[in-house]
């Protein structure tokens, strides 16, 4: 099986920075895709950012040219730098891939970011 395990969450101040953590373990020859989702209060799952095994990556226009998805193959652990927060950040972060080549995705548990003075 396959689990998925974000670290990295926490307050910060608008216009700070945080980095997160997704390490994933499990059956793993190949991690197909990565990828970094976000959930606030009373909204839909968004998808934030995501990186495929060849490397490209897709951003959502909202956080565009403010975070950055990578990704630490040998450590099967992808990352989301996040800078310039804004308070509309603010969210349930949660990470998702698919492994060997199928379709599945799998999600870790969420880690909390909350942007606010």
């Known amino acids: 099986q396959v689990q998925l395990v974000e670290s990295g969450g926490g307050l910060v101040q608008p216009g700070g920075s945080l980095r997160l953590s997704c390490a994933a373990s499990g059956s793993i020859f190949r991690i197909d895709a990565m990828g970094w989702y976000r959930q606030a209060p009373g909204k839909q799952r968004e998808l934030v950012a995501t990186i495929t095994a060849g490397g490209s990556t897709n951003y959502a226009d909202s956080v565009k040219g403010r975070f950055t998805i990578s990704r630490d193959n040998a450590k099967n652990t992808a990352y989301l730098q996040m800078n310039s927060l804004k308070p509309e950040d603010a969210a349930v972060y949660y990470c998702?891939?698919?492994?060997?080549?199928?379709?599945?995705?799998?999600w870790g548990q969420g880690t909390q970011v909350t942007v606010s003075t």
């Open positions: 998702s891939a698919r492994v060997n080549w199928g379709a599945e995705m799998y």
